[in-house]
Protein backbone atom coordinates (compact mmCIF):
# COMPACT_ATOMS: atom_id res chain seq x y z
CA UNK A 1 0.00 0.00 0.00
CA UNK A 2 0.86 3.87 -0.19
CA UNK A 3 0.50 6.80 1.20
CA UNK A 4 1.19 10.11 0.88
CA UNK A 5 1.76 12.97 2.89
CA UNK A 6 1.29 16.74 2.25
CA UNK A 7 3.53 18.62 4.83
CA UNK A 8 1.67 21.93 4.52
CA UNK A 9 -2.33 22.40 4.24
CA UNK A 10 -2.16 25.85 3.77
CA UNK A 11 0.77 28.28 1.79
CA UNK A 12 0.21 31.56 1.29
CA UNK A 13 2.34 33.41 -0.72
CA UNK A 14 2.43 37.04 -2.30
CA UNK A 15 2.50 37.55 -5.90
CA UNK A 16 5.53 37.20 -8.45
CA UNK A 17 7.02 35.33 -4.94
CA UNK A 18 8.98 31.85 -5.45
CA UNK A 19 6.33 28.41 -3.89
CA UNK A 20 7.59 25.19 -2.94
CA UNK A 21 5.03 21.90 -1.76
CA UNK A 22 6.21 19.52 0.01
CA UNK A 23 5.35 15.97 -0.82
CA UNK A 24 6.46 12.88 0.90
CA UNK A 25 5.09 9.27 -0.50
CA UNK A 26 5.89 5.60 1.25
CA UNK A 27 5.19 2.69 -0.45
CA UNK A 28 7.22 -0.96 -0.61
CA UNK A 29 6.96 -1.25 -4.89
CA UNK A 30 8.26 1.34 -7.08
CA UNK A 31 5.48 4.08 -7.74
CA UNK A 32 4.76 6.70 -10.42
CA UNK A 33 4.12 10.52 -8.79
CA UNK A 34 1.77 12.92 -9.73
CA UNK A 35 0.96 16.61 -9.21
CA UNK A 36 -2.41 17.55 -9.69
CA UNK A 37 -3.57 21.24 -9.04
CA UNK A 38 -7.79 21.57 -8.61
CA UNK A 39 -9.24 25.00 -9.56
CA UNK A 40 -12.33 26.16 -7.72
CA UNK A 41 -15.69 23.91 -8.40
CA UNK A 42 -13.48 21.89 -11.54
CA UNK A 43 -12.28 18.27 -11.56
CA UNK A 44 -8.07 18.19 -11.64
CA UNK A 45 -5.67 18.71 -13.96
CA UNK A 46 -2.67 17.30 -13.50
CA UNK A 47 0.51 19.61 -13.60
CA UNK A 48 3.58 17.22 -14.19
CA UNK A 49 4.59 13.39 -13.61
CA UNK A 50 7.60 11.05 -12.85
CA UNK A 51 7.52 7.54 -14.38
CA UNK A 52 11.56 7.10 -14.57
CA UNK A 53 15.04 9.21 -15.55
CA UNK A 54 15.86 12.65 -14.91
CA UNK A 55 14.60 13.65 -11.50
CA UNK A 56 13.66 17.03 -12.34
CA UNK A 57 10.59 17.26 -13.89
CA UNK A 58 8.83 20.19 -15.81
CA UNK A 59 5.34 20.67 -15.85
CA UNK A 60 2.67 23.40 -17.37
CA UNK A 61 2.54 26.40 -16.03
CA UNK A 62 6.23 27.17 -14.88
CA UNK A 63 5.75 24.45 -12.22
CA UNK A 64 8.48 21.88 -11.75
CA UNK A 65 9.12 19.08 -8.98
CA UNK A 66 11.71 17.03 -7.97
CA UNK A 67 12.18 13.30 -7.07
CA UNK A 68 14.62 12.53 -4.19
CA UNK A 69 14.25 8.62 -3.81
CA UNK A 70 16.57 8.34 -0.79
CA UNK A 71 14.58 11.24 1.14
CA UNK A 72 10.80 9.81 -0.65
CA UNK A 73 9.90 13.34 -1.71
CA UNK A 74 8.20 14.48 -4.45
CA UNK A 75 8.59 18.34 -3.75
CA UNK A 76 6.30 21.17 -6.33
CA UNK A 77 8.10 24.36 -6.95
CA UNK A 78 7.24 27.60 -8.82
CA UNK A 79 9.98 30.31 -8.96
CA UNK A 80 6.93 33.00 -9.41
CA UNK A 81 4.05 32.79 -8.77
CA UNK A 82 0.15 34.53 -10.56
CA UNK A 83 -2.64 35.09 -8.98
CA UNK A 84 -4.03 32.36 -10.98
CA UNK A 85 -2.17 29.99 -9.60
CA UNK A 86 -4.54 30.38 -5.99
CA UNK A 87 -5.83 26.70 -6.41
CA UNK A 88 -5.63 23.42 -4.20
CA UNK A 89 -2.57 21.32 -5.22
CA UNK A 90 -2.65 17.33 -5.15
CA UNK A 91 0.40 14.71 -4.76
CA UNK A 92 -0.51 11.31 -5.97
CA UNK A 93 1.28 8.43 -6.50
CA UNK A 94 0.22 5.13 -8.57
CA UNK A 95 1.09 1.57 -7.93
CA UNK A 96 1.82 -0.48 -11.24
CA UNK A 97 -0.47 -3.04 -10.52
CA UNK A 98 -4.18 -1.03 -11.04
CA UNK A 99 -2.40 2.44 -11.58
CA UNK A 100 -4.91 3.76 -8.98
CA UNK A 101 -4.21 7.03 -7.56
CA UNK A 102 -3.86 7.68 -4.04
CA UNK A 103 -4.06 11.46 -3.02
CA UNK A 104 -2.53 13.16 -0.05
CA UNK A 105 -4.31 15.71 1.63
CA UNK A 106 -4.22 18.62 -0.85
CA UNK A 107 -2.30 21.87 -0.52
CA UNK A 108 -4.23 25.52 -0.49
CA UNK A 109 -2.22 28.14 -2.39
CA UNK A 110 -3.54 31.39 -1.93
CA UNK A 111 -1.59 33.95 -3.78
CA UNK A 112 -2.12 37.49 -3.01
CA UNK A 113 -1.42 40.72 -4.68
CA UNK B 1 -11.44 16.22 -28.37
CA UNK B 2 -14.04 15.94 -25.54
CA UNK B 3 -12.80 15.71 -22.32
CA UNK B 4 -14.60 13.14 -19.47
CA UNK B 5 -17.74 14.21 -19.07
CA UNK B 6 -20.42 13.59 -16.03
CA UNK B 7 -23.94 13.92 -15.20
CA UNK B 8 -25.62 15.78 -13.06
CA UNK B 9 -23.74 18.52 -12.00
CA UNK B 10 -25.30 18.53 -8.45
CA UNK B 11 -27.93 15.76 -6.54
CA UNK B 12 -29.38 16.23 -3.89
CA UNK B 13 -31.02 13.42 -1.90
CA UNK B 14 -32.61 12.69 1.62
CA UNK B 15 -31.02 9.88 3.24
CA UNK B 16 -32.37 6.56 1.94
CA UNK B 17 -32.61 7.46 -0.84
CA UNK B 18 -30.48 6.31 -3.85
CA UNK B 19 -28.52 7.90 -6.30
CA UNK B 20 -27.23 7.01 -9.43
CA UNK B 21 -23.91 9.28 -11.29
CA UNK B 22 -22.45 9.19 -14.78
CA UNK B 23 -19.21 9.59 -16.31
CA UNK B 24 -18.55 9.19 -19.94
CA UNK B 25 -14.60 8.74 -20.79
CA UNK B 26 -12.64 10.36 -23.36
CA UNK B 27 -13.18 8.63 -26.70
CA UNK B 28 -10.72 5.34 -27.08
CA UNK B 29 -9.80 5.63 -23.22
CA UNK B 30 -11.68 1.97 -21.64
CA UNK B 31 -10.90 2.02 -18.17
CA UNK B 32 -12.60 4.24 -15.70
CA UNK B 33 -12.08 5.30 -12.33
CA UNK B 34 -14.23 6.89 -9.45
CA UNK B 35 -12.94 8.49 -6.86
CA UNK B 36 -14.76 10.69 -3.69
CA UNK B 37 -14.16 13.60 -2.55
CA UNK B 38 -15.61 14.49 0.68
CA UNK B 39 -14.57 17.33 3.37
CA UNK B 40 -12.20 16.68 5.14
CA UNK B 41 -10.99 13.59 3.79
CA UNK B 42 -9.25 13.80 0.99
CA UNK B 43 -9.68 12.40 -2.31
CA UNK B 44 -10.07 8.44 -1.83
CA UNK B 45 -10.36 5.53 -4.54
CA UNK B 46 -13.47 4.50 -5.19
CA UNK B 47 -13.89 1.90 -7.75
CA UNK B 48 -11.87 0.90 -10.94
CA UNK B 49 -13.79 -0.77 -14.15
CA UNK B 50 -11.82 -1.35 -17.38
CA UNK B 51 -13.15 -3.33 -20.86
CA UNK B 52 -16.53 -3.48 -18.94
CA UNK B 53 -15.69 -5.58 -15.57
CA UNK B 54 -14.94 -4.07 -12.13
CA UNK B 55 -11.45 -4.41 -11.42
CA UNK B 56 -10.42 -3.26 -8.19
CA UNK B 57 -12.54 -1.01 -5.55
CA UNK B 58 -11.35 1.03 -2.55
CA UNK B 59 -12.57 0.85 1.04
CA UNK B 60 -15.94 1.62 0.85
CA UNK B 61 -18.97 -0.34 2.00
CA UNK B 62 -21.00 -2.62 -0.80
CA UNK B 63 -23.99 -0.15 -0.97
CA UNK B 64 -21.35 1.82 -3.05
CA UNK B 65 -21.87 -0.07 -7.39
CA UNK B 66 -21.50 0.70 -10.45
CA UNK B 67 -21.27 -0.58 -14.06
CA UNK B 68 -19.12 0.15 -17.07
CA UNK B 69 -21.61 -0.56 -20.21
CA UNK B 70 -20.19 -2.08 -23.46
CA UNK B 71 -19.10 1.81 -24.79
CA UNK B 72 -17.18 2.33 -21.45
CA UNK B 73 -19.58 4.79 -20.20
CA UNK B 74 -19.68 3.95 -16.33
CA UNK B 75 -22.25 4.31 -13.66
CA UNK B 76 -21.93 5.04 -9.65
CA UNK B 77 -25.11 3.85 -7.62
CA UNK B 78 -24.96 4.56 -4.03
CA UNK B 79 -28.00 3.00 -2.18
CA UNK B 80 -29.02 3.25 1.60
CA UNK B 81 -27.81 7.50 0.94
CA UNK B 82 -25.94 8.23 4.70
CA UNK B 83 -25.23 11.81 5.72
CA UNK B 84 -21.70 11.65 5.41
CA UNK B 85 -21.66 10.40 1.65
CA UNK B 86 -22.34 14.05 0.89
CA UNK B 87 -19.20 14.68 -1.46
CA UNK B 88 -17.69 15.60 -4.85
CA UNK B 89 -17.37 11.92 -6.95
CA UNK B 90 -15.18 12.42 -9.42
CA UNK B 91 -14.64 10.38 -12.48
CA UNK B 92 -11.40 9.37 -14.13
CA UNK B 93 -10.51 8.04 -17.54
CA UNK B 94 -7.04 6.40 -19.24
CA UNK B 95 -6.49 4.11 -21.99
CA UNK B 96 -5.81 0.85 -21.10
CA UNK B 97 -2.53 0.16 -23.62
CA UNK B 98 0.27 1.92 -22.51
CA UNK B 99 -1.99 2.70 -19.08
CA UNK B 100 1.63 2.77 -16.92
CA UNK B 101 2.35 6.02 -15.92
CA UNK B 102 -0.65 7.55 -17.94
CA UNK B 103 -2.52 10.71 -17.20
CA UNK B 104 -6.09 9.49 -15.47
CA UNK B 105 -8.18 12.60 -17.34
CA UNK B 106 -10.73 13.97 -14.61
CA UNK B 107 -14.54 14.94 -15.31
CA UNK B 108 -15.28 18.00 -13.36
CA UNK B 109 -17.66 15.74 -10.63
CA UNK B 110 -20.97 15.56 -9.66
CA UNK B 111 -22.07 17.16 -6.00
CA UNK B 112 -23.86 15.25 -3.99
CA UNK B 113 -25.69 16.61 -0.64
CA UNK B 114 -27.19 13.99 1.20
CA UNK B 115 -30.20 15.86 3.56
Known amino acids: AQSVTQLDSQVPVFEEAPVELRCNYS??????LFWYVQYPNQGLQLLLK??????LVKGINGFEAEFNKSQTSFHLRKPSVHISDTAEYFC???????????FGAGTTVTVRA | EAGVTQSPTHLIKTRGQQATLRCSPI?????VYWYQQALGLGLQFLLW???????NRGNFPPRFSGRQFPNYSSELNVNALELEDSALYLC??????????????FGPGTRLTVL
Open chain 2, 49 to 55: YDEGEER
Open chain 2, 27 to 31: SGHTS
Open chain 1, 92 to 102: AVSDLADYKLS
Open chain 1, 50 to 55: YLSGST
Open chain 2, 92 to 105: ASIPSSGRAGNEQF
Open chain 1, 27 to 32: SSVSVY
